[in-house]
């Protein structure tokens, strides 16, 4: 899809707040963890590149990102700390990991096997960065006993042409208040961890949720994701452990404004009629930019006053109420701040009756990422 210049939508993204956001956690580590900031899926929707850049900015000492195509961006564009790929890579892409020296996660032995096989083709001198990936609990990708990581281990220790950079898992209740899901997989993780003799450069286990409300975590780095945009990991659930300042802020302006007479229908299927004479704005947004159907119902912000979307979203293009007139060029706030008023990404995730980690996501390519000192 183009991104769309010509046109008053568009994405803020504020890299003070990026920069906030990370300094605090930062401050809060001991001293020899380090941070990586995750900035798979165009930095939830923020845009990876820009992110990245602000967040070394910021202290981050690396990178996470869920696929080769991401690492591969961030080393385009001249990112030379270490990028860790959270997900699987097939061994038949290993060369381009080696060429662009990606350190990448391991989850079963047959994976092993068939990347040694790989790596004997290729013949690089370079090895393998390797991270091992535990499953303690949340079902997804990773080896699930204590005997089966040591086996990992040893299997690449014993490969000239790999190298055990990390070991790692990752928690699938951390936002929540009930912690004895975590303390299960905690202790899982503990036991992997006992009966190897030797330790990789880097032990991880922390998501934002988990460095924010488990002071104890393990490990001697953390993949800070959605808190270095200003989320709350947990939505509702639990407090910010220090004020995270949302990165992005989604707006447009009125393009059309008209007076309606009673009983007028708006948008298709006419599941708006008028009931009264109405001023009525169109506002150039639709499901194509991520700004779906379900929104019908919601409220964006004009000059401090929630208004209405009314009728069905189009795909390029939806409608709201207004109090009176305003002129063309108005701003329309549909993330972010108008006056006193505030619309924040938790609240359209609780309209759509999901999380803000998908509303980040969905925003789509369509709109432009405008970074704002
Ligand atoms: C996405 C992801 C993270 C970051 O999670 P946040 O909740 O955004 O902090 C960390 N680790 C893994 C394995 C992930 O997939």
Redesign the pocket.
């Given at each position: 899809m183009v991104v769309t210049y010509h046109r008053p939508t568009r994405a803020l993204i504020h890299r003070k707040a990026i920069e906030k956001n990370i300094k605090q956690e930062i401050e809060r580590l001991p001293e020899e963890v380090e941070l990586f900031a995750?900035v798979?899926a165009q930095g939830?929707g923020h845009g990876a590149v820009a992110t990245a850049q602000t967040a070394l900015a910021a202290g981050a000492a690396g990178f996470?990102v869920?696929t080769l195509d991401e690492a591969i961006e961030l080393r385009e564009v001249g990112i030379v700390e270490p990028i860790l790929i959270?997900s699987v890579v097939f061994p038949s892409y290993l060369s381009l990991v080696l060429d662009y020296d990606l350190s990448i996660t391991v989850a079963t032995k047959q994976w092993l096997i068939e990347a040694q096989e790989m790596l004997a083709d290729i013949g690089s001198d370079l090895p393998l960065k390797l991270h091992i990936k535990a499953d303690t609990g949340m079902g997804r990708i990773g080896f699930l006993t204590p005997e089966e990581v040591k086996e990992a281990a040893d299997f690449i220790q014993r490969s000239p042409n790999m190298l055990w950079e990390g070991l790692f898992t990752?928690f699938s209740t951390a936002?929540e208040p009930d912690t004895r899901y975590w303390e299960q997989q905690n202790q899982r993780f503990k036991k992997m961890l006992d009966v190897l003799e030797e330790k990789p450069r880097y032990i991880h286990a922390s998501?934002?949720?988990t460095a924010l409300w488990h002071k104890e975590f393990p490990g001697n780095m953390i993949?800070?994701?959605?808190?270095m945009y200003g989320l709350n990991?947990s939505g509702h659930a639990l407090p910010d452990a220090y004020p995270l300042s949302p990165a992005l802020e989604l707006v447009s302006e009125l393009i059309q404004v008209k007076e309606l007479p009673a009983g007028e229908g708006i948008g298709y299927g006419e599941t708006y009629i008028t009931p009264e004479r109405e001023w009525i704005g169109t506002v150039p947004i639709g499901y194509a930019d991520g700004w779906l159907r379900k929104m019908q119902g919601f409220s964006v912000l004009v000059d401090g006053n929630y208004c209405e979307i009314i009728g069905r979203v189009c795909m390029d293009q939806l409608m709201i109420r207004l109090p009176h007139e305003y002129k063309v060029g108005t701003q329309v706030t549909l993330i972010g701040k108008s006056g006193a008023a505030e619309i924040t990404m938790q609240e359209v995730a609780d309209h759509l009756d999901t999380i803000h980690?998908e509303v980040a996501c969905m925003i789509s390519e369509r709109v432009p990422r405008i970074y704002k000192e």
């Amino acid at each position: 899809m183009v991104v769309t210049y010509h046109r008053p939508t568009r994405a803020l993204i504020h890299r003070k707040a990026i920069e906030k956001n990370i300094k605090q956690e930062i401050e809060r580590l001991p001293e020899e963890v380090e941070l990586f900031a995750v900035v798979k899926a165009q930095g939830y929707g923020h845009g990876a590149v820009a992110t990245a850049q602000t967040a070394l900015a910021a202290g981050a000492a690396g990178f996470c990102v869920a696929t080769l195509d991401e690492a591969i961006e961030l080393r385009e564009v001249g990112i030379v700390e270490p990028i860790l790929i959270l997900s699987v890579v097939f061994p038949s892409y290993l060369s381009l990991v080696l060429d662009y020296d990606l350190s990448i996660t391991v989850a079963t032995k047959q994976w092993l096997i068939e990347a040694q096989e790989m790596l004997a083709d290729i013949g690089s001198d370079l090895p393998l960065k390797l991270h091992i990936k535990a499953d303690t609990g949340m079902g997804r990708i990773g080896f699930l006993t204590p005997e089966e990581v040591k086996e990992a281990a040893d299997f690449i220790q014993r490969s000239p042409n790999m190298l055990w950079e990390g070991l790692f898992t990752h928690f699938s209740t951390a936002d929540e208040p009930d912690t004895r899901y975590w303390e299960q997989q905690n202790q899982r993780f503990k036991k992997m961890l006992d009966v190897l003799e030797e330790k990789p450069r880097y032990i991880h286990a922390s998501n934002s949720a988990t460095a924010l409300w488990h002071k104890e975590f393990p490990g001697n780095m953390i993949r800070y994701g959605v808190a270095m945009y200003g989320l709350n990991p947990s939505g509702h659930a639990l407090p910010d452990a220090y004020p995270l300042s949302p990165a992005l802020e989604l707006v447009s302006e009125l393009i059309q404004v008209k007076e309606l007479p009673a009983g007028e229908g708006i948008g298709y299927g006419e599941t708006y009629i008028t009931p009264e004479r109405e001023w009525i704005g169109t506002v150039p947004i639709g499901y194509a930019d991520g700004w779906l159907r379900k929104m019908q119902g919601f409220s964006v912000l004009v000059d401090g006053n929630y208004c209405e979307i009314i009728g069905r979203v189009c795909m390029d293009q939806l409608m709201i109420r207004l109090p009176h007139e305003y002129k063309v060029g108005t701003q329309v706030t549909l993330i972010g701040k108008s006056g006193a008023a505030e619309i924040t990404m938790q609240e359209v995730a609780d309209h759509l009756d999901t999380i803000h980690y998908e509303v980040a996501c969905m925003i789509s390519e369509r709109v432009p990422r405008i970074y704002k000192e």
